[in-house]
């Protein structure tokens, strides 16, 4: 059985290199939407595969931290990046270009670390992440599965250790130390109510 769980965030960024003239010469933004779809073949006490309200916690953070925010490319022009980073609280660097695919890549590779850290205690079985859908505009989107998600050859690699977050964002995370959990592969315990 597959679930599904919709967040929304506004972003702004630069597409360095991609064919339309707009997008890779301007800042812009999008109202994206981005589908998280879990599966599983049991159900937990509750009979559900993994709480909606759980999704609420770590991964909402997560997705939430491009919300008004600018994305920059770790490899774009080092005077854009710190005057973006002069004048904006909050953006995030990756180590792709922030493009709907790449963006579907990197929500799936934090995602799928924060379910592999996860304490379950409601006996969640084999709960996996099935796919992540960024929708860019309301025409157009990218799914990624977990076979394009680790896919360094063919379409960049992705290190977690390369996603930095500014300090303003990692201040509104309900747990500040997060992503220093994640990269050192700690157990994220989930909050005994929601």
Not at 37 to 43: D, E, F, G, H, W
Request: with cysteine.
């Amino acid at each position: 059985m597959i679930i599904r769980k919709l967040f929304k965030f506004e972003n702004a960024h630069i597409v360095r290199n991609c064919t339309s003239r707009r997008c890779s010469h301007s800042i812009h933004g999008h109202s994206y939407k981005v589908e998280v779809k879990l599966s599983s073949n049991y159900l937990d006490k509750g009979q559900m595969i993994y709480d909606f309200g759980l999704m609420k916690v770590n991964i909402k953070d997560l997705i939430d931290s491009f919300d008004h925010a600018i994305t920059l490319w770790r490899d774009d022009n080092p005077e854009y990046i710190e005057w973006a980073k002069k004048f904006s609280e909050r953006w995030i660097v990756l180590p792709v270009s922030p493009s709907a695919e790449q963006f579907s890549r990197v929500f799936f590779l934090m995602i799928d670390k924060v379910l592999e850290l996860m304490e379950f205690r409601n006996e969640e079985r084999e709960v996996k992440l099935y796919s992540i859908i960024v929708h860019e505009t309301d025409t157009g989107y990218a799914e990624c599965f977990r076979e394009d998600a680790y896919n360094f050859d063919g379409m960049g690699e992705i290190n977690l250790f390369d996603i930095v977050f500014s300090d303003r964002i990692k201040q509104e995370w309900r747990d500040k130390n997060l992503w220093d959990k994640i990269l050192k592969g700690e157990k994220l315990i989930p909050p005994n109510e929601i």
